[in-house]
């Protein structure tokens, strides 16, 4: 057969295109072969939740939302086994299927099997096959994808060629992420298009804020992910982790850049965002109240002015110049909240206690387990409100399960439900602001 070969340059070969990443394979989708797993429904994890508590619920809602989400995934299967990740195959398997592209590929061959694999299974794609067959494919698609060839097998065609297009849409449509988002990871890379049609209004918001990405920073390095300055950066590592997990973590930064600047005109000092002084009005007026006790005592000791009361009266004014300069402090704190931003505050004041055990912790991988992430939120204020804004943009519908299983569960304090509802109003009218841009 004559091969036609393409004019454009393979972008595999393109200098500003970068190689695709490894895809790690999905913790979450291992989880699936554990049938214990997918039977769950939400309702029976609501009982579920009654009878074990908090936590270990919202793994298992976590688990039961990857379940349904992954469920038409499972259509490549090779000898019968389903194949759900590249990882799936052993390493015996994943040599043979290299050995056989080599000869038909350019460079960074196990790369692009790994990547053609990823790219076959989430096609959606009915294949039964065997390990020549599977080797087969991907060596068409791959003449297809890396060489601009057309092939004989119409699946392989379709493929190679939906792999070429989502390059372009990588490399082209990345908008107001820039050019930076295709070295993350492909499949991250092709969530955040996705969360780019999902979330107009969103990215209209953050152009108008004029946001900036860099991907890969050195500035992120260990964490994840920061926001500083007008710029999110986020770390290499990130690229390697499941779709979910990168995507968890970014909404999660684009969150202290919007959700966050929308409550706080200015930096809080350090000690408010960690919540040392509780609410801040009662503490300004207790202040007041012990700073004019201490006004009269001093006045009644000058009264009787005594050679031993002295030191006492000195003391007693040092002390009174810290409580002024920490009411001063807290006044100027005060100031920094924008609207409904204090309401929020006071919410998480009371949502905080025992290491955050009613906030909604959810998993971001190697970033940090549910219960880190609870914690998280407890120890600073800005946590909270980036975490909260990626609940509600991500998983809007676990955010609020997690609150009706508060509300239905008689153990929890009703301060803490009227938290909840505060909360939840704050956010959503201000994420209804931002997804209406
Ligand atoms: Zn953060």
């Given at each position: 057969m004559r091969r036609r070969r393409s004019r454009r340059q393979p972008l595999e070969q393109q200098a500003q295109r970068p190689q695709p990443t490894l895809q790690q394979p999905q913790s979450a989708l291992t989880l699936h072969s554990n049938p214990e797993h997918t039977s769950a429904s939400p309702q029976q994890v609501l009982k579920l939740q009654r009878i074990v508590g908090n936590q270990t619920v919202m793994r298992q809602l976590g688990r039961s939302e990857r379940t349904r989400s992954s469920a038409i995934q499972r259509r490549l299967t090779l000898d019968q086994a389903p194949i759900t990740a590249y990882s799936d195959l052993d390493s015996q398997a994943q040599d043979f299927i290299i050995k056989q592209?080599?000869?038909?590929?350019?460079?960074?061959?196990p790369e692009t099997v790994a990547t053609i694999i990823s790219e076959i299974i989430a096609s959606g794609e009915q294949i039964d096959c065997s390990l020549p067959e599977l080797a087969q494919l991907v060596s068409s698609i791959g003449q297809v994808y890396l060489i601009g060839e057309d092939v004989q097998d119409q699946r392989a065609q379709q493929i190679g060629l939906r792999m070429r297009q989502n390059d372009e849409r990588i490399s082209e449509q990345s908008g107001v992420f820039g050019k930076g988002l295709a070295s993350t990871g492909r499949g991250n890379a092709l969530a955040t298009l996705d969360l780019m049609e999902e979330q107009q209004g969103l990215m209209r918001y953050m152009e108008q804020?004029?946001?900036k990405f860099i991907f890969?920073?050195?500035?992120?390095?260990?964490?994840?992910?920061?926001?500083?300055?007008?710029?999110?950066?986020?770390?290499?590592?990130?690229?390697?982790?499941?779709k979910d997990v990168f995507l968890r973590t970014l909404i999660h930064e684009i969150g202290h850049a919007t959700f966050q600047q929308r409550l706080l005109k200015d930096k809080l000092d350090p000690q408010v965002s960690q919540g040392d002084f509780g609410d801040i009005q009662q503490e300004i007026t207790r202040l007041d109240q012990e700073i004019t006790n201490m006004t009269q005592g001093q006045v009644e000791d000058m009264r009787k002015v005594k050679l031993g009361r002295?030191?006492?009266?000195?003391?007693?004014?040092?002390?009174?110049?810290?409580?002024?300069?920490?009411q001063e402090l807290l006044q100027r704190e005060l100031q920094k909240f924008e609207g409904d931003g204090l309401a929020f505050y006071n919410a998480w004041l009371v949502l905080r206690q025992d290491e955050g055990r009613y906030m909604l912790g959810v998993d971001l991988g190697s970033v940090m387990n549910p219960t880190g992430r609870q914690k998280y939120q407890a120890e600073k204020f800005e946590e909270f409100c980036a975490e909260s804004f990626m609940h509600?943009?991500?998983?809007?519908?676990?955010?609020?399960?997690h609150v009706d299983m508060l509300r239905e569960n008689g153990e929890v304090p009703g301060n803490v439900i009227n938290a909840w509802d505060t909360a939840l109003d704050v956010l959503r009218n201000h994420y209804v602001v931002i997804r209406d841009s």
């Open positions: 592209c080599t000869s038909s590929f350019i460079v960074q061959v804020i004029k946001l890969n920073s050195s500035k992120a390095k260990g964490i994840g992910g920061m926001y500083g300055d007008g710029v999110v950066h986020l770390e290499d590592k990130l690229g390697k982790e499941p002295m030191q006492n009266l000195w003391q007693q004014t040092e002390r009174m110049g810290e409580l002024v300069e920490q509600i943009v991500k998983e809007p519908q676990m955010l609020y399960q």
